[in-house]
């Protein structure tokens, strides 16, 4: 029983993460109809961006640990954001008229650029991430351990889903965000600036990442260059799951995904780890392309 | 006499292989390797050429194939402790390469049925996802040597093997793009609604390209294992698919002439200029994005796709 209490802290925990990812997964494919195949990249920015950042500010400010903590996430944020803006800028806005398959091909290549200039910069070896946030043990009995760190996962993945949720249904650029993934012609007809609303949801999207990031370093400190692949393919599959281009149904689909994860690594065999949740994918796609909360769209001629 | 050119053309190939494979040990062990490398990428590269290519369907688990290929022509001739040079080698060697492409191609044919309800995106992810579910399961068979590998594989890969292959695949590809199904799938590929208006079975025709493709690839990954005599699965991870991916995206998707020469620079550009081999993934990456930038993939351009450069497509609202 206390085993599967513990596997259901970290899989919810986990889930979060790849739900904030899948977050901006999902918000891109609503508002542009293609998978951002670098979004995962994004986010392995974020980490380093945590990593080198994290000792600076905790000198300067010292004293107070989560507020250093939020230094540290505002900052990779801000960062993070700014990177989404610039690829979508120089790669992904000149393409927007082409076939899907070329914007396709060419986030691949923004994708392995992120990858391979990361080895160039950071070092292809694994480099361990700071402790932002003190882990205190909450619980800690024989058999069932839960961390400080996992709650701060969670509570801070709620709260940037309120955050998220406020800016999409309640402002005015969420507003327009809508409008836009409901019918660009129309929406820009309608006085909608496209490009701004496509920068922001990229700015949206890549600060969501750069904190799903610094909450995946606090969990797993080991972070290299390639470390957003697997999350980020892993947080689309939730996208995918959930129903693409649904905000409520990528969480769901993290959440989902992080639980199977871990169940499958705690009961199963932790090397099947990554190959279930591109099982759910083959499955989803096969019985049910519209994901559970997405709706069925119709080819157009 | 025109006719069967193409024919001809296929048995001088087969033949100066056979010719070139004599003075095979003349030439230093690099430049041998590099030499294998390239016809082995060739064939990857082609063989990708017709799902991306020709059939428009993009794919991003070639070295799923690949793997489950050299896997099985591997089990097959240690199972009956091949050696090189005998003469029994020679035919079990084919037959097991022959039984890689059949247990890769029966894979593509399991990637190629979901790929009717998938297009683009989608189906590159569940490609991806295929080529790591078949690594996953390799990494976790005993069998097979699990994460350790699969050792003692008898080196019977040569010039005259590899090219062999590299020809008949050449001379495959070429009759295809000339037949009812190359213009098929180059129908599939422009336009799926409009060809299935006309009446092409779109279904069969992507089938048909998923087997093809995976078939030969698994070809290539038996020709690989018995060259590098030793495997294991994290040689056939997802930056092995992109790489073949590359390779055909620099030649330009559906020309034949075009990936064959991109196979063959790509495989010698970091060999020729290692000093900046640390550079190389980057410098893919940067091809990939200024290609795509640029002209939308016909980079060398072929007999297709000047056709298609010319005739400006409209754009997509």
Request: with cysteine.
């Amino acid at each position: 029983m206390n085993q599967l209490l513990q596997q259901f802290i970290n899989g919810i925990s986990l889930g979060s993460i790849y739900a904030l990812i899948a977050l901006g997964y999902t918000m891109i494919y609503g508002i542009l109809r293609f998978i951002n195949f670098a979004h995962g990249d994004v986010f392995m920015i974020g980490a380093f961006v945590g990593f080198y950042l994290a000792p600076f500010i905790s000198k300067t400010i010292g004293g107070s640990v989560i507020l250093a903590g939020l230094m540290v996430m505002v900052a990779a944020m801000i960062i993070c954001s700014l990177l989404g803006a610039t690829i979508e800028r120089i790669a992904y806005r000149p393409l927007r008229a082409r076939p899907k398959l070329t914007v396709l091909i060419t986030a691949i290549g923004v994708s392995l650029f992120l990858e391979y200039g990361g080895q160039l910069i950071f070092g292809p070896d694994p480099k361990l991430f700071p402790t932002l946030v003190p882990t205190t043990m909450v619980i800690d009995t024989k058999n069932l351990v839960i961390g400080s760190n996992s709650i701060v996962v969670i509570v801070t993945a709620i709260v940037l889903m309120l955050i998220l949720r406020t800016i999409v249904f309640k402002t005015k650029m969420g507003t327009a965000m809508r409008a836009v993934s409901y019918n660009h012609k129309a929406a820009a007809l309608m006085g909608i600036n496209i490009d701004s609303v496509i920068s922001f949801t990229f700015i949206l999207g890549s600060s969501l990442a750069a904190a799903a990031a610094l909450l995946y370093g606090s969990v797993y400190p080991s972070i290299n260059p390639l470390m957003g692949i697997f999350p980020g393919l892993k947080a689309f599959i939730a996208a995918v799951l959930g129903g693409i281009g649904n905000i409520y149904g990528a969480a769901l689909g993290g959440l989902i995904i992080g639980l199977t994860e871990t169940f499958v690594t705690g009961y199963i065999s932790p090397t099947y780890r990554d190959a279930i949740s591109f099982a759910i994918l083959i499955l989803i796609l096969l019985f049910k392309p519209s994901g559970i909360m997405g709706k069925f769209e119709a080819e157009k001629v | 006499m025109k006719r069967h050119l193409p024919k001809f053309y296929l048995l001088a190939a087969v033949a100066l292989c056979w010719v070139f494979a004599l003075f095979e040990h003349s030439i230093s062990p690099y430049y041998y390797q590099i030499i294998i490398y390239i016809g082995i990428n060739i064939i990857l590269a082609s063989s990708l050429n017709i799902i991306n290519g020709l059939a428009g369907q993009f794919s991003l688990g070639h070295a799923g194939f690949m793997a489950a290929g050299a896997y099985t022509s591997a089990v097959i001739t240690s199972s009956l402790n091949i050696s090189p040079e005998t003469f029994i080698s020679y035919p079990v060697f084919f037959i097991s390469l022959i039984s890689a492409g059949i247990v890769a191609s029966l894979l593509g044919l399991i990637v190629g049925i979901p790929s009717l309800r998938l297009k683009g995106d989608y189906l590159a992810i569940t490609t991806l996802g295929f080529g790591e579910i078949i690594r996953v399961i390799i990494q976790n068979l005993d069998c097979l040597g699990a994460a350790r590998g699969f050792t003692g594989i008898a080196k019977l890969s040569d010039f005259f093997w590899v090219f062999g292959f590299v020809a008949v695949l050449i001379f495959l590809i070429h009759n295809l793009i000339n037949s009812t199904y190359g213009k098929g799938f180059l129908a599939v590929r422009d336009d799926e609604v409009a060809a299935e208006a006309i009446g092409i079975d779109v279904t069969r025709y992507k089938v048909i390209a998923f087997v093809t493709g995976a078939f030969f690839a698994g070809i290539a990954g038996g020709l690989y294992a018995h060259f590098v005599t030793y495997i294991n699965p994290s040689q056939f991870g997802f930056l092995r698919s992109f790489e073949i991916v590359v390779m055909v995206v620099v030649g330009g998707m559906g020309s034949v002439l075009g990936v064959i020469i991109s196979a063959v620079l790509l495989t010698i550009l970091p060999e020729a200029l290692r000093a900046i081999a640390q550079y190389r993934m980057v410098i893919y990456a940067l091809l990939l994005i200024i290609i795509m930038l640029l002209r939308e993939g016909e980079f060398w351009g072929g007999k297709i796709d000047f056709r298609r450069i010319l005739k400006k497509r409209p754009a997509q609202t």
